[in-house]
C-alpha cells in the first residue's frame, strides 16, 4: 500500500530489470483486519499497468512455487510472482485471522498444531531426520557450485572482469582532478557542487547518480557521461523516496559509490531512506540545493526552516553546508572517505567564494576559525551563505571597537565529535557567541548565547530581499551583538 | 509520479468516492525531457486496477472536454480523465517542448504567437469583446443559480441540515465528558489518549479519524462509532502520507476536526504533509504513539530519536508530549482551542500518573514548575516520560543537600512564545540547568547548560532496561548535575 512501492516498481518497469523477481505475499490479512477494510486494487493489473510480468501460485504448494519460479527466471523483464497464503496457515482456529500477526499463539494452540501436523508436541527445536538429510545435502551441492565458481573466475573473460571490480572496490581518489575557483569570484554552491560531481564521476568509475526530475537545477547533469543503464546519469523521475531508496540500495550492494539529488526542502520526501541509510551506515552521497530562503520566488513550500535541524538531529548522518565553492571542494573529500551518508546543502544564489585553497583539517574537523581577531570578546558563527554575513559583521562591529573571530561550521556534526579542548580553540569560552542561520538553527544554543535565525516561515521574493527582511543584515547584527555584550 | 498519487487514488478507489472528478493533463513532459525518460506506464490500466473509471478527451477539443465531464458526471465512482495536450500549445515552435516549463518564452515568440492566433502582438492584457460578454454572463447565471440556492436552504429538508451545520461549525467543547485519571495509578499516554479521542468524539459530532493501519497500537479506535463512510473510524490502510493528506484536505474543508495516527517514527512518511498543514494553518490532530527508545523490542527502526527536533523547529506546530494522563487531557483542551496543527507524542510504557488535577495555565504556557524547592541551585527540564526522572532524581539530589527544581515542558513550542519573564520564572537564571530527553534533545540548549539526551540510534531491549543502558537513570542524572555544578 505504501507510495514508495509504487515508485519503486515504476522505475523497474522502466528500466525492464530483468533480474528481479518480487514474490507478494498475499494473504489479505492487515493489522487491523482483512485487507478489504482499506483496500480494493487489483494487483495483477496494477503491475502489468508498470509493465511488470505477472505470475501467480498457490504459496502453499512447493512444486508450484517451483515451477512459477521455473517461468519467471526466462522472462526479461521485472516479475511479479502473486503467491496466494493462508496467514498463520496450520494453526487451526487461528489461521486466516489478523490477530495471529501481533499476538503470541500460546502453548496449547502449538501443541494442537504440532499433533495435527504430525509431530510430537512434546519437541521444541525438534528437526526430522529426512529434513536433516536434505539439508545437508544442499550445503554440499552448494559448496560444489561455488568451487566452480572460483575455478570459472581464473579464466578469461572474468580476469578481465576482476580487474574492473579491483577498480570499484579500491577506487582512487588521489586521480580526482578536483576544480578550482578563484578568491573573489561569485559561485552559487549548486554550480561547484555540479562541477565536483563531473570531476569524481570522470575519475571514479564506480561513482555516479541522478536527480529526481530537477538536475538542470541541482547541477548533477554529469556531462558526456550518457544515460543509465549504458552512461551514469539515472533518470528517476519525481520519486525522491524511491530514488532514495535505491541509491540505499546500491550503497549497500558494495562497490559503487551512488549520490541522489532533489532541492533541500524535498528531502521531506525521502526522509525515511535517509534514516534508513543512517542507520545501516551506507555511503550514499544526498546533493539538496536550494537550501534556505534564498531559493527566489517560489516561496514558503520551496524553503527549507526546519530541515538543517532536522537533519543535524539524525544520528550517523553528516549535513555539510559549504560557504563557498573552496569549503565545498573540502566537504567532498572528507565525504569520499566516511562510511557513512553525506548531505550536501548548496545554495541557489551565487557566494563569493572567500578562499583559493582551504586549510583542510579546519574542514574536517566540522568548524574553524575562518577570521581571528586580538583581544576578541565576541564569536560569530555561521554556515553556507551566512558565513559571508558574519565576516562582513565582523568588519563592521571592528569599526565600533568590537573584536569579534568569525567561525565557520561547515559540518555541526564533524564539529560535535570534536574534544572541548578544540572547540574552545575556535570558540573563545571568554567571548560572546552570536550564531547566525537563515533556517530554525535551535541547534545552535549549544554552542551560542543568542542565535540570529527563521523564527516562521519564508516568503517570496528575492533571495537578497528576503534576507534584509528576515533580519540577516549586517546593521542586525551588529544590534544583536550589541545586545548580548550589554547582558 | 509521486508515491502519495497511488497511495490517495487507492483509498479514493476503495471508498468508491462518487463525487470526484480528476483531470490530468498530460502533456508527457518533465523537467528533465520527455516523461519516457523516467517513466513507461499505462495510466488507464493503472487507475482502474484502483477501481477509477477512466475516460479520455483531446485536452485542446472544448467540446470535447464538455461531453466528457458529463459523462464523467453520470458516473458513481472516481473517475479520472486523462486530457491529452501539448505543452506550450500555440507558442509556435516551443510547443511540446520540455524547456517551456521553466523557462520565459521571450517577447518575440510571444509576439508572433499572438499574431499566428489571430491577436494584435502589440496588445497586451487584452480581453475580446466576445470573451468579456461570454465571460459576464456567466456571472450572471451564476448569480441566478446562487439566488435559487439560497432559497431552497429555506425549505425542508434543508432545515435541518443547516441546523447540523451550526453544531459542526460551533463545536461545544464544554460538552466533553473528559476521562479522569487517579493519581499514582499507572497509565501508558496512548491509553490515555485513546480515552480522551473517544471523548470528545462523543461529543463532538465533527471530531473523527482513523490510523495507518495502527489502530489497535495507536489506541484510536472509537468504540462503538462504527466505521467511515457511515461512521467514525476511518481504516486508512498502510498509507500515512496520503491519511496525513487527506486528513489536511478535511481540516482546510472547515466545519470537521479530523486527526490521524501511526507510530512517532513513521511520522517520517507524513512529513511532507505535517509541513503544509503548518503552512496552512490546519487544525490537524496528529496522534503519534510509541514516542522514545520505550517502544519495546522492535528496536531502532522503530525508536524516533531526531523527531522531537524535527517537529519542534517546524514554524507554526504545536508539538505535545504529555508527561502522564492529566496532562494529555490539558493539552488537547489547549489543541482544541487552536488554529493551527498539533501532534500528540505519546509513550507505549505506562507512566505514572503525577496529579488528579493539573493548573491548566502551567500547561498552556508550555512548561510549569512541577517541584519547586527552596533555595534551589539546580532546575532539571523534562518532557513526557523523563519528567518522572526528573522528579526522582530532585529527591535524590535533596537528600545529598542539592536542591532542584523540576519543570515539565508538555510544549516545547508554546514555552518559547512565553515572554521572558515567565520563563525566568520557571527556570530561575541563578540556577543550573539540565534537560532530560530519551531523544535528540539539541533544542534544549536553548534552556539548558547540558543535556542528557540520546546521542546515537536505541538498541532492542525492553523499555526499563533500555533507558538504563542510555543513561536515563537516578545516578546519571545525578553525576552530570554534580559535574555541571563543578563547572
Redesign the interface.
Known amino acids: ?7 519503486a516498481c ?2 523497474a ?2 528500466y525492464q530489470l530483468d533480474n528481479l523477481i518480487m514474490i507478494y505475499d498475499s494473504n489479505r490479512i ?4 482483512d485487507t478489504s ?10 503491475f ?4 511488470w510480468k505477472v505470475l501467480e501460485t498457490d504459496g502453499h504448494n512447493y512444486e508450484q512455487i517451483d515451477k512459477t519460479l521455473e517461468l519467471a527466471k526466462r522472462e526479461n523483464r521485472p516479475v511479479l510472482i502473486i503467491a496466494h497464503t493462508i496467514i498463520a496457515k496450520g494453526a487451526l482456529e487461528m489461521a486466516g485471522d489478523h490477530n495471529s500477526h ?1 499476538a503470541p499463539l500460546g502453548d496449547d494452540l502449538i501443541a494442537r498444531a504440532k499433533e495435527a501436523a504430525g509431530f510430537d508436541p512434546e519437541k521444541k527445536f525438534y528437526i526430522p531426520d529426512d529434513v536433516l538429510v536434505r539439508f545437508r545435502c544442499a550445503v554440499e551441492e552448494g559448496e560444489l557450485a561455488e568451487r566452480e565458481w572460483n575455478h570459472l573466475l581464473k579464466q578469461t573473460p572474468y580476469i578481465e572482469q576482476n580487474e574492473a571490480l579491483e577498480r570499484l572496490l579500491h577506487p582512487d581518489f588521489d586521480a580526482i582532478e578536483w576544480p578550482k575557483f578563484e578568491a573573489g569570484s561569485d559561485v552559487a554552491t549548486r554550480d561547484s557542487n555540479g562541477k565536483i560531481l563531473n570531476a569524481i564521476a570522470k575519475a571514479i568509475p564506480g561513482f555516479f547518480g541522478g ?1 529526481a ?5 541541482n547541477k548533477t547533469e554529469l556531462k558526456d557521461m550518457g ?1 543509465f543503464p549504458k552512461g551514469k546519469n539515472v ?8 530514488m532514495a531508496a535505491i541509491t540505499n540500495g546500491i550503497a549497500a550492494y558494495g562497490p559503487l559509490l551512488p549520490f541522489s539529488a532533489t532541492f533541500f526542502v524535498f528531502s ?2 525521502l ?2 531512506a535517509a ?1 534508513i541509510a ?2 545501516s551506515g551506507l555511503q550514499h552521497f544526498f546533493v539538496w540545493t536550494h537550501d534556505s530562503i534564498g531559493v527566489g520566488e517560489d516561496g ?2 520551496h524553503q527549507p ?2 530541515h538543517l ?8 548522518f553528516y549535513t555539510f553546508r559549504p560557504a563557498d565553492a573552496t569549503e565545498n571542494v573540502a566537504c567532498w573529500k572528507i565525504a569520499l572517505k566516511t562510511k557513512k551518508p553525506s548531505a550536501f546543502v548548496c545554495s541557489r544564489q551565487k557566494l563569493k567564494v572567500l578562499k583559493d585553497d582551504i586549510a583542510y583539517g579546519g574542514v574536517e574537523n566540522g568548524g574553524y576559525m575562518i577570521k581571528k581577531r586580538d583581544n576578541a570578546t565576541v564569536t560569530l558563527i555561521a554556515s553556507g551563505s551566512e558565513v559571508m554575513l558574519a565576516l562582513q559583521s565582523g568588519c563592521h562591529l571592528e569599526e565600533r571597537g568590537i573584536m569579534a573571530n568569525v567561525v565557520s561550521v561547515p559540518c555541526y556534526e564533524l564539529l560535535c565529535e570534536q574534544p572541548n579542548e578544540y572547540i574552545d580553540t575556535i570558540i573563545d569560552p571568554k567571548t560572546k557567541v552570536l550564531a547566525i542561520e537563515a533556517a ?1 538553527g ?2 545552535w ?2 554552542f551560542a548565547d543568542d542565535v540570529l535565525r ?4 519564508g516568503a517570496s521574493g528575492k533571495a537578497d530581499e528576503l534576507f534584509k527582511y528576515f533580519g540577516f543584515t549586517i546593521p542586525n547584527v551588529i544590534e544583536r551583538v550589541e545586545a548580548l555584550l550589554a547582558r
Chains 1, 2 share one sequence.
Do not use: C, N
Open positions: 500500500m505504501e507510495g514508495i512501492s509504487y515508485e515504476a522505475v518497469g522502466r492487515t493489522i487491523e483486519g477494510l482499506a483496500w480494493t486494487e487489483d494487483v495483477r493489473l496494477r502489468e499497468a508498470q509493465d501481533g536527480s526530475d530537477l538536475a538542470p537545477s544515460d533518470h528517476y523521475g519525481i520519486r525522491e523516496h524511491a521531506d520526501y526522509k525515511p534514516r543512517a542507520l514558503p513550500t526552516i526546519e535541524s532536522q537533519f543535524r538531529a539524525l544520528p550517523d530554525s535551535l541547534e544554543y549549544r527563521m523564527e516562521s516561515f
